[in-house]
T-cell receptor, first 111, second 117 residues
Framework: DSGVTQTPKHLITATGQRVTLRCSPR?????VYWYQQSLDQGLQFLIQ???????AKGNILERFSAQQFPDLHSELNLSSLELGDSALYFC??????????FGEGSWLTVV | AQSVTQLDSHVSVSEGTPVLLRCNYS??????LFWYVQHPNKGLQLLLK??????LVKGINGFEAEFKKSETSFHLTKPSAHMSDAAEYFC???????????????FGKGTKLSVKP
């Protein structure tokens, strides 16, 4: 158990809908990262937050957004969902300059 | 640009034989290097990490990796493969930014390890 908690573990939704994925980082970790893993694209970095502030942005679509709250948990919002958004979404956390730990992921299926 | 290259997309070994998974990274001032393993339908588990201490790093489950700056490599090895080692392995690099904060992770494309009985 990495200490990073993601909910929900599985989610099935229809095209055009909006979903929110939630992540609770390890206790004391200030950085939260979101990654998308799909069969065709592999592991893609989406976005990083550090202590509530956006720190780095990767290949995140405009339909996607994220935030980190004062209690350090983070949410990834995916809207106007398309079939191609079906993927495993990982959250990870770290203390700056230290090891990054991953959650078990949230499986999103768009039908 | 910062990058990491896993030289083999698929490696197949027999149980009890050595494992070598190769990884090269683009040179940088302060790289931190990791190997993660992902078993089917599971999350990413940290195997080991290098963060500028000893160049030979020992990880979990008998794996180790050696940081070779002159070759910009961080290959993962295990003396004797076990059936339970069959999984996908990711080499990952991150860099310390100029301000001292950690940059985002850069993943290799992964190497699928198959272990034959």
């Amino acid at each position: 158990d990495s200490g990073v908690t993601q909910t929900p573990k599985h989610l099935i939704t229809a095209t055009g809908q909006r979903v929110t994925l939630r992540c609770s980082p390890r206790s004391g970790d200030l950085s939260v990262y979101w990654y998308q893993q799909s069969l065709d694209q592999g592991l893609q970095f989406l976005i990083q937050y550090y202590n509530g502030e956006e720190r780095a942005k990767g290949n995140i679509l405009e339909r996607f957004s994220a935030q980190q709250f004062p209690d350090l948990h983070s949410e990834l919002n995916l809207s106007s969902l398309e079939l191609g958004d079906s993927a495993l979404y990982f959250c990870a956390s770290s203390v700056s300059g230290n090891t990054i730990y991953f959650g078990e992921g949230s499986w999103l299926t768009v039908v | 640009a910062q990058s990491v290259t896993q030289l083999d997309s698929h490696v197949s070994v027999s149980e009890g034989t050595p494992v070598l998974l190769r990884c090269n990274y683009s040179s940088s001032y302060s790289p931190s290097l990791f190997w993660y393993v992902q078993h089917p339908n599971k999350g990413l588990q940290l195997l080991l990490k290098y963060t500028s201490a000893a160049t030979l790093v020992k990880g979990i489950n008998g794996f180790e990796a050696e940081f070779k700056k002159s070759e910009t490599s961080f290959h993962l090895t295990k003396p004797s493969a076990h059936m339970s080692d069959a999984a996908e392995y990711f080499c990952v690099v991150t860099y310390t930014n100029y301000g001292g904060s950690q940059g985002n992770l850069i993943f290799g494309k992964g190497t699928k390890l198959s272990v034959k009985p």
